[in-house]
């Protein structure tokens, strides 16, 4: 069994390279234009490809300069929110009166008002 094996790879072979030859002959001009078809259709999706990196870069680096400045706008108005809600708590502090010091005025209003 193994030598009818070893003895048609030789017949094989020769087959295979009748195939090949037939094939140049029917298909060897067409061979060569899809051959440059598909050599440029290669060329211009490196193009593309290229194109599209550097697209990505850019933008990449948009969204990277628009987050920083987003970042810095919060950033300060945050603090000017914080400032102004400390104002507010002090102008409130000082307008408030004590509660120790309102009752302390009512007992007196009040023993003032019953001599």
């Known amino acids: 069994m193994a030598k009818n094996n070893n003895e048609s790879a030789p017949e094989l072979q020769a087959g295979l390279s009748e195939v090949s030859a037939i094939r140049d002959i029917l298909f ?6 899809y051959e440059n078809r598909f050599n440029e ?6 193009e593309i490809h290229e194109k599209l990196n550097t697209s990505i870069s850019d933008l990449d680096q ?7 400045t ?17 104002d507010k708590i002090s102008k409130l502090s000082e307008q408030k009166t004590d509660r120790v010091a309102l009752g302390k005025m009512l007992i007196q209003i009040g023993e003032k ?3």
């Open 113 to 115: 008002l019953s001599s």
């Open 70 to 86: 987003m970042e810095d706008k919060l950033v300060r108005q945050h603090d000017k929110d914080h400032a102004a809600l400390l």
């Open 62 to 68: 948009r969204v990277s300069n628009d987050m920083a």
């Open 41 to 46: 259709l290669s060329a211009k999706l490196d």
């Open 28 to 33: 060897g001009t067409h061979m060569k234009t």
